[in-house]
C-alpha cells in the first residue's frame, strides 16, 4: 500500500514535470533568428541598409538602401549577413508578399547606381515585389542614366520591375508619405540607434527566456529523479539543497520577467511620451514578440510551482517520516531496555526494611522512566496527526503508533505487577514482623511475671488474666492457618521467604505452647485450696528489668529536659525582664520608641528568614534540576561535547554551600526569631564556614565563561522548561554572589534598630567580619587574576590590600638620566600588600563580557617585607608615600588615588613592619633569656622576657625616644669577641659619613626608645649601632674586657649577652666587651639605626635578628 502511493505520489510529479518540459519545449523551439543583432552590430551601425518599418500599400515590408558612398566598398560576406538578417525580422506573412527596396541614389553616379542595383539584385535572400531606384540629381548623371538605362535595360532584366525615378515626390506615388523616413520625405519616426538597441534587447531576453526554460527543465529532471533518502541527515539535507536551488531558479525567473518588462516598458514609451506618435508595425511586432515571451515565462513558472509545491510537500513528508521513524528506533531501544531492567527486578525482599527500600527504588525508577514513556506516547501521538493529514507512508506509520502504545502499556502493566508484588511482599513481612514482635513481647511478659506472686490464687489468677488478656492479642498479630498464607502469597513465596514463613509459625507455635502451659500451671495455682502463703519480697537480681522506660524514669527526663530548655532559654528571659524593667522606669514616648525599634527588628529578622529560605530552596532547584540531570543518562543526548564532565566547573561548590545554609545556618537564624537582636551570634559562629564563598567567587570566571559557550546547548533550554524558569541558569548561578552581599544590608539595617540591645556588639563585629569575608572575596578575585608569577601566590602570606598607583623611581643603581626621566614619568601599577611581600603588577585592558571584563595583572617585580622601609610623607604632595629597598638602593615613590587611601595603606603597612619588629624582638629576648640561664648572677626581675610582648605595638610607635639609661652588669665569664667582617661592619657609618638629602630630621625616632627600655629590662638593653661615649669608668676584669675611662669615645661592634656589648676604642683601636650601661649615646640618632618612623617620617623593621642581610639603613626624602 505505501509502495502504490509512493507511486501515485511520484506519477503525479512526473505528469508535472511534462507539463513543464513541454512549456519550456515551446519556447526552445520557437523560430528565433540564426543572426542576433548582438552579432553583427558593427555592420549594422554602418546603415548601408536599413529596415524602417514602414509598409508598401499591400502591406509590404519597405527595406531602405540611404545613400552609402563606401556602398561598393562593404564586402560580400557583411553584406549578405545584413540582407540575411534585416529579412528574417518581419513574420512570415508579410515576408510571404515580398519585400520592396528603396535605393536612394541621389548624389551618386550612374555607375555606381548600375553596380548597386546589380549587386543588390544578385545578393538579396528574400523575394521582391518592387525595387524603387532614386537616380541621381545633377543634369548629366540625370540625362546620362536616362540614357544608359535605355541602352543597357537588359542588363536590368529582373524577377521584379526596377522603376527609376527621378525625384522624391514621384516615389510617393508608390509608397505613402506616412511609411517612409523623414531623409526620403515622409513621416515615419525612426532613430536607426534606438532600433539597434531595442533589437539588441530583444533577442538578449529572448535568450534569457531560453536559458531559463532550459534551466527549469533541468531542475526539474533532477527533482523528478531524486529517490528519498532513508535516514533524517540525508533528508534535510536533500530538502535544503533543493529548497536552495528552487530559490536560485526563482530568482533567474524574476530577474528575467524584470528584463522584460523594462524591454516592453521601452517600446511603449514613444507612445506613451506622446499619443499622437504612430506606431509602426515593426514596433508593434516586438511589443508582441515581447509580450509572447513574458506570457511563456509565465507559464513556465506558474508550472514549475505546481510541480515544486509537490516535490516540496513529498521531501517534507518523506523528513516527517524519517523523524517518526529515528524517534521510533530510539524510544522502542528505550522502553525495550527499561522493560528488560522491569523483567529483571524480580527481588521480593528478605526483610521489611528491604521491601521498603525496593518500593521506594521502583517509584524511583518509575519517575525515571516517565520521561521516555511520555515521550513514546507524544510520539504516537505524532503519528496519529501525521495519517490524518493524509501522509504517504500511512501503512508503516500505523503499525510503529499500535506498537508503541503497546509498549507502553506493557511497561505500565509491568510496573503495576511490580509494585503489586512488592506491596504483597510488604504485607506478608509487616504479618511477619508483627508476628515476631508478639512472640517476643510474649516472651518477655512469661518471662517478667513474679514467681512468688504467682504462689498465691489471687496472684495466680491476676497473672492468668495477664496471660488470657495477651492471648487476645493474637487474633490480629499472629499468623492463623500457614495454609492460608501459602495460597495468598503464593505469587512471591520463594524458597528464602517459605523458609522464614515457617521459622516465624515455629517460632510462634512455640510461644503459644509456652504460654499454654503457663496458662496450666496458673490454673492449678488457682484452683488449690491451701493457707495463704506470705509474699517474700524477691531479691534484687532476680528482678527482670524491663526495656521500657518506667513513668517515673520519663517524668524525670522531661524534668531535666524541662530543666535545660529553661537554661536554654534563659538569656532571652533574663534579656526581656532586662528589657521589661527598663522599659517600666522611663516615660511612655520612650516605651513607644523601644516597641517601634522591636517591631522594626521582627521586620528586618523575617526578611533575612524569608529571603533566607526563598535561597536554600533556589540553590535545591538549581542542583537538582540542572546539576543532577547532567548525570541523567536520559538527558546524555542533549548535552553537547564542550559540556560534559564539567559541572563541577559550572558549579563551583554550590553544593557544599546548600548543605551549609540548610543543614545549619536556616536552622540558627530560625532559633533566633524570638530575639532578633541576637541574631550577631549566628554569624560569628559561623564565620569560618563563610568562606566557602570565596572559593565560589574565584571559580565564577570560569562558570561564566562556560556558560557563554553552551548557552545554547538544548540541554539548560529542557531543565529550564521543565523546572518552568523564567530566567536562564546564569541568573541562578549569581545567587551565591548575591546573598554574600545581602548579609551586611540586613545587618547594617539590624545594628540600626538595635543600639542599645544586648546583642548590639555582636551584630557590629558580624558586620565587620562579613565586610571583611566580602573584601576578601573581591581581593582573591583580583589575586589570581595575576599572571606571570613564577612562585606560589599563598607562601607570600595573607593579602592585605590591593589597589592602582601610580608609581616613580629612584634607585640609586642606573643611569642618572633614567633616574631624572624617571621622576617625571609615573609607571601605572597595580600593588598586592601580602604579610610578607609587596607585589607590582601592571593592569591589563579589560576584555571580555561579565566576570571575564575583570582586569588581568601582569606581574613585573616584588619586594620582600623584611627589606623595606617607609616614609610616610613626601614634600609636595599629601598622597605620595615611599616604599625602599635595601637601605633605599630601590626607592619607590607611591601616589595614592586619595589621601584616605594612602593614609590606610601606610597604616597597614606600619602593621606588617612593626609586627616584624615585635617578632624579631621576641626571638631576641628568647635567646637573652636561654643565655642569661648559664650566667652566675641573675637577672633582675623587671627584665621579663615576655614583657614586651603584652605591650601595645601602638604606644611604641606614638612615643618620643628618651635617653638610654640601662643599668647593667659584667659578668665573669664574658662571649666571644666577634669573628672578622661579621656584626655591624656591613651596615653601620662612621662618624663621618655624609648623610643625603640633608640627613634625619628631628622628628624622626629610633625605635629603642623607653618603651622598649621597659619591654627588654634593665639587663637587656637594645644595640642602637653607632658612636657612644662612656660615662662611667670600668676596671678591666677580664682578657677580653676592654679598660675605659670617662669621656672615652667608643664604636658599638656587635650586642653580646647579658647587657654586654663588643665595641672599638675610637681612640687607640682596641676592641673588647663594656658593660651597656656605662655607654651614653654620642649621636642620638644613627643614620645608620633600623627604625619604625611615625612623623616625619621613615619606617622600617629594626634589625633584632641574626641575619645581617635584613638590616636596612634608611635615608628620608
Not at 519585400?99 to 544578385?122: C, E, G, N, P, Y
Not at 589575586?783 to 607562601?795: C, E, M, Q, V
Request: a negative charge; hydrophobic letters at 35%.
Amino acid at each position: 500500500m505505501t509502495l502504490s502511493l509512493i507511486s501515485l505520489l511520484s506519477q503525479d510529479v512526473t505528469a508535472l514535470w511534462l507539463l513543464l518540459k513541454t512549456s519550456a519545449d515551446e519556447i526552445m523551439h520557437q523560430d528565433i533568428v540564426p543572426l542576433c543583432a548582438a552579432d553583427i552590430q558593427e555592420q549594422l551601425k554602418k546603415r548601408f541598409a536599413y529596415l524602417s518599418g514602414g509598409r508598401g500599400q499591400d502591406g509590404s515590408p519597405v527595406i531602405t538602401f540611404p545613400d552609402y558612398p563606401a556602398f561598393s566598398e562593404i564586402p560580400d560576406k557583411e553584406f549578405q549577413n545584413v540582407m540575411t538578417y534585416l529579412t528574417s525580422i518581419p513574420s512570415l506573412q508579410d515576408a510571404g508578399i515580398g519585400f520592396i527596396l528603396v535605393i536612394d541614389r541621389r548624389q551618386d553616379k550612374w555607375t555606381s547606381v548600375k553596380a548597386s542595383v546589380l549587386r543588390i539584385a544578385a545578393s538579396f535572400p528574400a523575394n521582391l515585389q518592387l525595387v524603387l531606384v532614386l537616380r541621381p540629381t545633377g543634369f548629366f548623371q540625370r540625362t546620362l542614366s536616362d540614357i544608359a538605362f535605355k541602352f543597357n535595360r537588359d542588363d536590368f532584366k529582373m524577377k521584379v520591375p526596377v522603376m527609376m525615378l527621378g525625384s522624391v515626390p514621384e516615389l510617393h506615388g508608390y509608397i505613402d508619405k506616412s511609411q517612409l523616413t523623414e531623409d526620403l520625405g515622409g513621416t515615419l519616426d525612426y532613430c536607426h540607434s534606438r532600433w539597434l538597441c531595442h533589437r539588441t534587447a530583444i533577442e538578449s531576453f529572448a535568450l534569457m527566456v531560453k536559458q531559463t526554460a532550459q534551466m527549469l527543465q533541468t531542475f526539474g529532471t533532477e527533482l523528478a529523479e531524486t529517490e528519498l533518502p532513508n535516514d533524517v541527515q540525508s533528508t534535510s539535507l536533500v530538502l535544503s539543497v533543493h529548497t536552495e536551488k528552487k530559490a536560485k531558479a526563482k530568482e533567474d525567473l524574476q530577474l528575467a520577467r524584470k528584463e522584460g518588462n523594462s524591454i516592453l516598458e521601452s517600446l511603449r514609451e514613444p507612445l506613451a511620451e506622446s499619443t499622437s506618435h504612430s506606431v509602426n508595425q515593426d514596433q508593434l511586432d516586438n511589443q508582441a514578440t515581447v509580450q509572447r515571451l513574458l506570457a511563456q515565462l509565465n507559464e513556465t513558472e506558474a508550472a514549475f510551482d505546481e510541480f515544486w509545491a509537490k516535490h516540496q510537500q513529498k521531501l517534507e513528508q518523506c523528513l516527517q517520516l524519517r523523524h517518526f521513524e529515528q524517534g521510533f528506533r530510539e524510544v522502542k531501544t528505550t522502553l525495550d531496555s527499561m522493560s528488560q531492567k522491569i523483567a529483571a527486578f524480580t527481588d521480593v525482599g528478605n526483610s521489611l526494611a528491604h521491601v521498603q527500600h525496593l518500593l521506594k527504588d521502583l517509584t524511583s525508577f518509575e519517575e525515571k522512566s516517565s520521561v521516555a514513556v511520555d515521550r513514546a506516547r507524544a510520539l504516537s501521538l505524532e503519528g496519529q496527526q501525521l495519517i490524518e493529514n493524509k501522509h504517504y507512508a500511512v501503512d508503516s506509520i500505523h503499525p510503529k503508533c499500535e506498537e508503541l502504545q503497546h509498549l507502553c502499556d506493557h511497561f505500565a502493566s509491568e510496573i503495576t505487577r511490580r509494585r503489586a508484588l512488592l506491596s504483597k511482599s510488604l504485607e506478608l513481612h509487616s504479618l511477619l514482623e508483627m508476628s515476631m514482635k508478639w512472640c517476643d513481647e510474649g516472651i518477655f511478659l512469661l518471662a517478667s511475671q513474679p514467681v512468688d506472686k504467682c504462689q498465691s490464687q489471687d496472684g495466680a489468677e491476676a497473672a492468668l488474666q495477664e496471660i488470657e488478656k495477651f492471648l487476645e492479642t493474637g487474633a490480629e498479630n499472629k499468623i492463623q492457618e500457614l495454609n492460608k498464607i501459602y495460597k495468598e502469597y503464593e505469587c512471591i513465596l520463594n524458597q528464602d521467604l517459605l523458609e522464614h514463613v515457617q521459622k516465624v509459625f515455629q517460632k510462634q507455635e512455640s510461644t503459644e505452647e509456652m504460654f499454654h502451659r503457663r496458662q496450666a500451671s496458673l490454673k492449678k495455682l488457682a484452683a488449690k485450696q491451701t493457707r495463704p502463703v506470705q509474699p517474700v519480697a524477691p531479691r534484687p537480681e532476680a528482678l527482670t528489668k524491663s526495656p521500657s522506660p518506667s513513668p517515673g524514669s520519663w517524668r524525670s527526663s522531661e524534668n531535666s529536659s524541662s530543666e535545660g530548655s529553661a537554661l536554654r532559654r534563659g538569656p532571652y528571659r533574663r534579656a526581656k525582664s532586662e528589657m521589661s524593667e527598663t522599659r517600666q522606669g522611663r516615660s511612655s514616648s520612650t516605651g513607644d520608641e523601644e516597641e517601634n525599634l522591636a517591631i522594626l527588628r521582627r521586620h528586618v529578622m523575617n526578611e533575612l528568614l524569608d529571603t533566607e529560605r526563598a535561597y536554600v530552596e533556589e540553590l535545591l532547584c538549581v542542583l537538582e534540576g540542572y546539576a543532577a540531570e547532567m548525570d541523567n543518562p536520559l538527558m546524555a543526548h542533549l548535552i553537547s561535547t564542550g559540556l560534559q564532565n564539567k559541572k563541577s566547573i559550572l558549579f563551583g561548590n554550590m553544593e557544599e554551600i546548600y548543605h551549609f545554609h540548610n543543614r545549619i545556618f536556616l536552622r540558627e537564624l530560625e532559633s533566633c526569631i524570638d530575639c532578633p537582636e541576637l541574631v550577631g551570634r549566628c554569624f560569628l559562629e559561623r564565620m569560618e564556614e563563610f568562606q566557602i564563598y570565596e572559593k565560589y567567587c574565584q571559580n565564577k570566571p570560569r562558570s561564566e565563561s562556560l556558560w557563554r559557550q553552551c548557552s545554547d546547548c538544548p540541554f539548560f533550554q529542557e531543565c529550564q522548561k521543565k523546572l518552568d524558569h523564567k530566567l536562564s541558569l546564569d541568573s541562578y548561578l549569581l545567587k551565591p554572589v548575591q546573598r554574600i552581599t545581602k548579609y551586611q544590608l540586613l545587618l547594617k539595617e539590624m545594628l540600626k534598630y538595635s543600639k542599645n540591645c544586648e546583642g548590639a556588639e555582636d551584630l557590629q563585629e558580624a558586620l565587620s567580619s562579613i565586610l571583611g569575608i566580602l573584601k576578601a572575596v573581591n581581593d582573591s578575585m583580583h589575586l589570581i587574576a595575576i599572571t606571570g608569577y613564577d612562585g606560589n601566590l599563598s607562601d607570600l602570606g595573607k593579602l592585605l590590600m590591593q589597589g592602582s598607583f601610580s608609581v616613580w623611581t629612584d634607585h640609586k643603581k642606573g643611569h642618572t638620566k633614567v633616574k631624572e626621566l624617571a621622576r617625571f614619568k609615573p609607571m601605572q601599577r597595580h600593588l598586592f600588600l601580602h604579610e610578607k611581600a609587596v607585589l607590582f603588577c601592571k593592569k591589563r585592558e579589560e576584555n571580555g563580557e561579565g566576570y571575564e571584563k575583570a582586569p588581568s595583572y601582569s606581574y613585573k617585580q616584588s619586594l620582600n617585607m623584611t627589606a623595606v622601609g617607609i616614609t610616610e610623607n613626601v614634600k609636595g604632595d599629601a598622597k605620595k608615600f615611599e616604599i625602599w629597598y635595601n637601605a633605599r638602593e630601590e626607592v619607590y615613590i607611591i601616589q595614592a588615588p586619595t589621601p584616605e587611601i594612602k593614609a590606610a595603606w601606610v597604616n597597614e603597612i606600619r602593621k606588617v613592619l612593626t609586627s616584624q619588629l615585635q617578632a624579631c624582638r621576641e626571638a631576641s629576648q628568647h635567646r637573652a633569656l636561654e643565655q642569661s640561664h648559664s650566667l652566675p648572677l641573675p637577672a633582675p626581675s623587671s627584665t621579663s622576657p615576655t614583657k614586651g610582648s603584652t605591650r601595645n605595638v601602638k604606644k611604641l610607635e606614638d612615643r618620643k625616644t628618651d635617653p638610654l639609661s640601662l643599668e647593667g652588669y659584667v659578668s665573669s665569664s664574658l662571649p666571644k669577641p666577634p669573628e672578622k667582617g661579621k656584626g655591624w661592619s656591613k651596615t653601620s657609618h662612621s662618624l663621618e659619613a655624609p648623610e643625603e638629602d640633608g640627613g634625619w630630621s628631628s622628628a624622626e625616632e629610633l625605635i629603642n626608645s623607653s618603651d622598649a627600655e621597659e619591654d627588654c629590662g634593665v639587663g637587656s638593653k637594645k644595640l642602637a649601632p653607632g658612636k657612644y661615649t662612656v660615662v662611667m669608668g670600668d676596671e678591666k676584669e677580664g682578657p677580653d674586657t676592654l679598660a675605659m675611662r670617662s669621656g672615652d669615645m667608643v664604636e658599638v661592634v656587635e650586642e653580646g649577652a647579658e647587657g654586654l656589648w663588643y665595641v672599638r676604642d675610637l681612640t687607640s683601636s682596641k676592641e673588647g666587651w663594656v658593660p651597656a650601661s656605662s655607654l651614653s649615646t654620642l649621636l642620638g640618632k644613627s643614620s645608620s639605626a633600623q627604625c619604625l618612623s611615625s612623623s616625619g617620617k621613615t619606617h622600617c623593621a629594626r634589625q633584632l635578628c641574626p641575619e645581617p642581610a635584613k638590616i636596612l639603613s634608611p635615608e628620608p626624602v
